[in-house]
C-alpha cells in the first residue's frame, strides 16, 4: 500500500476512535464517568461541592462530595444552601430587566437619575453600562482601603463608589468591575421602595420555585467557607467571614444547587423576562451579556458565570441548545480546578462534545495532527520535479 493511503487509513481510524469516544453515552455511563472526574477533585475528607447536572430537563447527577465542616466532620448534604458569590450577577440583572419591562426604568437613562446623590462622571453612565460592565467604574475591591475592615454601610459603599475617578470612559472598553452590580442594587431599591432581598423573593424565589434561596445570608446551617492553608493540618482553614452588609447586587445569595438549577431553567425558558429581553440579555457584547458571560465551545452557545467569595467557589454553566445545566457550589476559597473549568469540562461530556476527558484522547488528537503533516510532507514529495540530466 502506498504510504499515503497508509496515512489516510491510519488518520480515518484516529477520526473514528475520537467519534467513538464522544459518542453518545448512557446516562448511567455518563453520570459514572462525571462522578469519577468529582470524586477525584473533593476527596472525602476535605472541604467539598454539591454538583448538579440536568440533561433535557432531566437530573443525570445529583450529588455531595466532602465535608461541609472539617472539625468536627460533617457531610455536606444535597440541599445544602452556600454562597453562590457572583452567579448573583444573573439576578440582578434579571431584576433590572424586568424593571424595564414593567416601565419603571429605562436602561439608557443614567444611573444618577435614579441615584440623586451621586456627581461627576458616575452620575452620567448608562444602567446599560453597568450591566454590560462597560461602565469604567472601579471595582470596589480594588480601592486602596480594605472594605472587608471597616463597619461600612451599604449606603457608604455607593457614596464611595461614587467618589472614585473612572478607569475609562463609559462604553469604550469591557472590565468586570463587583461596584456595577452595586450600584444596579441600589438602583432596584430606589425605583421599588423595597429591600433588594424582598425583590429577589417577590420577582425570582418564588416565582421559580427557589425555596432554600435566601438574602441576606449572615450565616449558612452547619458550613463552614474554607481557605486552603499548607501550613495548617488537613490543609484548610475555616474562612473568616468579613461584616458585609455591603454584598448586595455582585453577590451574597445562599442558594442550593438545585435552586440554581431552577432559576436558571426558568430563566432560559422565558418564565422571568420576555422574549425580547432574555434575547437582550444573552446578546454577546465581548463575551459578556447582561450579568452572564456568553461564549461558544465548539460552536455550541455557552451562557455562564463563576463565583468566589470569602471561603467558597461557584459555576453556573448552561449550553441552551443543547439544554444541558451544570451547576457546581463549593465551600472551597479559589478552588482549583477552577469551579467553571470543571464545570464547562463536565457540559462538554454530557453534551457528548469532543472535551479533553483524559490522556487517550489527548494522545488521539496528537496522532491525527503528526498523521496530516506525515501526508502532507509526502505529497509535497511527490510533486517535485526529477532531474533529467544536462
Excluded at 461614587?162 to 463609559?170: D, S, Y
Amino acid at each position: 500500500m502506498r504510504p499515503d493511503r497508509l496515512l489516510v487509513v491510519a488518520l480515518v481510524a484516529c477520526l473514528g476512535g475520537l467519534a467513538h469516544r464522544h459518542a453518545p453515552r448512557s446516562g448511567t455511563a455518563l453520570a459514572d464517568r462525571i462522578d469519577a472526574l468529582l470524586a477525584g477533585t473533593f476527596r472525602p475528607g476535605d472541604p467539598g461541592a454539591v454538583v448538579l447536572v440536568r440533561v433535557r430537563k432531566t437530573t443525570l447527577l445529583h450529588r455531595a462530595y466532602g465535608l461541609a465542616r472539617v472539625s468536627p466532620a460533617v457531610p455536606l448534604e444535597l440541599d445544602s444552601p452556600l454562597r453562590i458569590a457572583s452567579i448573583t450577577k444573573a439576578f440582578t440583572a434579571v431584576l433590572v430587566l424586568q424593571l424595564a419591562d414593567a416601565g419603571r426604568l429605562s436602561l439608557d437613562a443614567s444611573v444618577g437619575h435614579y441615584l440623586g446623590e451621586l456627581s461627576g462622571p458616575t452620575a452620567d453612565i448608562p444602567l446599560r453600562a453597568l450591566l454590560q460592565q462597560r461602565s469604567g467604574v472601579r471595582d470596589f475591591v480594588e480601592l486602596p482601603e480594605r472594605i472587608d475592615d471597616r463597619d461600612w454601610s451599604f449606603d457608604d459603599l455607593v457614596a464611595r463608589i461614587g467618589r472614585e475617578p473612572l478607569v475609562f470612559p463609559p462604553g469604550t472598553r469591557w472590565a468586570y468591575s463587583n461596584s456595577n452590580y452595586v450600584l444596579l442594587a441600589a438602583v432596584i431599591e430606589r425605583v421599588t421602595g423595597q429591600s433588594y432581598g424582598a425583590e429577589l423573593a417577590a420577582r425570582i424565589f418564588d416565582p421559580a420555585g427557589l425555596t432554600r434561596a435566601r438574602f441576606p445570608a449572615p450565616g449558612l446551617d452547619g458550613v463552614d467557607g474554607h481557605d486552603a492553608d499548607p501550613a495548617h493540618e488537613g490543609g484548610f482553614v475555616v474562612a473568616a467571614l468579613p461584616h458585609a452588609p455591603y454584598n448586595r447586587g455582585d453577590g451574597g445569595i445562599a442558594a442550593t444547587a438545585g435552586d440554581v438549577a431552577r432559576f436558571a431553567e426558568a430563566l432560559l425558558s422565558g418564565r422571568l423576562l420576555s422574549p425580547a429581553r432574555l434575547d437582550e440579555m444573552l446578546r454577546d457584547q465581548e463575551r459578556y451579556g447582561l450579568g452572564l458571560f456568553v461564549d461558544r465551545l465548539f460552536g455550541h452557545r455557552v451562557v455562564h458565570h463563576p463565583g468566589d467569595w470569602v471561603g467558597f467557589s461557584s459555576a453556573l454553566v448552561t449550553l441552551p441548545d443543547d439544554d444541558v445545566t451544570v451547576v457546581l457550589l463549593s465551600n472551597r476559597f479559589q478552588l482549583r480546578p477552577r469551579p467553571e473549568t470543571l464545570a464547562l469540562r463536565i457540559a462538554g461530556m454530557a453534551a457528548s462534545l469532543p472535551v479533553l476527558e483524559d490522556l487517550d484522547v489527548l494522545l488521539l488528537l496528537v496522532m491525527l495532527v503528526a498523521g496530516i503533516a506525515l501526508l502532507l510532507h509526502h505529497r509535497r514529495r511527490g510533486r517535485r520535479p526529477t532531474a533529467t540530466g544536462a
